[in-house]
């Protein structure tokens, strides 16, 4: 099979491997489309957890190929989506419901072989089934299911006004979740023109490109999917009194984040995070089977697997409207 291999930080080679043969408990799925995440620009750009070479992709759906023999729930021809995470379910943090903070935390394309690749295997208690699903779609279970665990984290109260700040992929992801929570309002900044229109065709009820436009102390809630830090730290000039603040976005590691911290005690902030998902998989399979959540209009690029250093530098200069780019590994 062919496999897209980070041998390390920014050389990417496309390999020539055996299709791995699925232990007992695994399954092999055929990959049919697999999402470029920033946590692969992170790996790609030598900047995150998990060793090389590495085959990256942990957004992916795929159709299985063969089981293992201890295999239950599936069969040869099911269309399935992976969760990528994969908790050992004994440490203290598992054991206490917290598997996002698993101690011996592995994952499908970070630490064990990815998604993209033309085979992959995966363990069966990681995979869901799609459905009739369309396979672009299900990619999506995995971006979409972090989404949910922040807006669980950021737990809104009903007709809230959101003010939220990026609106690539993941915030025009949040911007659909905030509505579904029942946001009254929601205001989206984003300094890409292009991206700040297509979030008013995904229900924002304004879109603006520049932060000066946004009215102070004004928001309920107030999300950040930049991962930017000089613009994290101006989510607390919007948050109401008593507001709260979602940093959703993934910072660069090793960046300072400067805010005043008067303000934080005055206006009695509650500042939250999110940290990758917490058993949301099968939520986002269900918003995205009845189009609660839409994402068709999310993927800007479809790309062979040969392809893949391209896609992940598209997303890296930002220079064109790149929202998710797609890469097809069996076409
Ligand atoms: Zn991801
Ligand atoms: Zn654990």
């Not at 992709?57 to 201890?70: K, R």
């Not at 992929?169 to 300094?191: C, M, S, T, Y």
């Not at 697997?305 to 598209?314: C, P, S, T, V, W």
Request: one cysteine or more; proline letters at 7%.
């Amino acid at each position: 099979m062919k496999a897209a291999s980070i041998l390390q930080p920014n050389q990417i080679e496309m390999q020539e491997l055996p299709i791995p043969e699925p232990a007992p408990g695994e399954l092999l799925v055929h990959v049919m489309a697999s999402g470029i995440c920033g946590t692969d620009v992170h790996i790609f750009q030598g900047e995150y957890l998990g060793s090389y070479p590495i085959i990256p992709g942990h957004e992916f759906a795929g159709v299985i190929e063969q089981i293992g023999s201890a295999v239950t729930r599936f069969k040869i021809g099911d269309r399935v989506a992976v969760e990528p995470n994969l908790p050992c379910d004994n440490c203290v943090n598992c054991l206490n419901n917290r598997q996002n903070f698993c101690l011996n935390w592995q994952a499908v394309g970070v630490t064990q072989p990815g998604g993209m690749a033309q085979y992959v295997s995966v363990p069966e208690k990681a995979t869901f089934s799609i459905g009739d699903l369309p396979f672009e779609q299900g990619a999506f279970m995995e971006p979409l299911s972090c989404v949910l665990h922040g807006l669980e984290r950021l737990d809104l109260t009903v007709a809230s006004r959101v003010l939220l700040l990026g609106a690539g992929p993941i915030g025009l992801l949040l911007l659909q979740g905030l509505r579904l929570n029942g946001a009254a309002e929601v205001v989206v900044v984003d300094k890409n023109p292009d991206r700040a229109a297509l979030a008013q065709s995904l229900g924002a009820d304004r879109s603006a490109t520049r932060l000066d436009e946004i009215e102070l102390d004004a928001y309920d809630a107030v999300v950040d999917a930049t991962g930017a830090v000089a613009v994290m730290g101006r989510t607390l000039d919007f948050a109401r009194p008593g507001g709260k603040i979602l940093l959703f976005g993934v910072p660069p590691s090793g960046q300072t984040m400067s805010v005043e911290a008067f303000p934080i005690f005055h206006k009695g902030l509650t500042i939250l995070s999110s940290f990758t998902s917490l058993r949301n998989s099968y939520q986002a399979l269900g918003l995205l089977k009845s189009k609660s959540i839409l994402v068709d209009k999310l993927i800007s690029h479809r790309l062979p697997l040969q392809e893949l250093q391209r896609g992940i530098e598209l997303i890296e200069r930002g220079s064109e409207p790149v929202y998710k780019v797609m890469i097809l590994p069996n076409e």
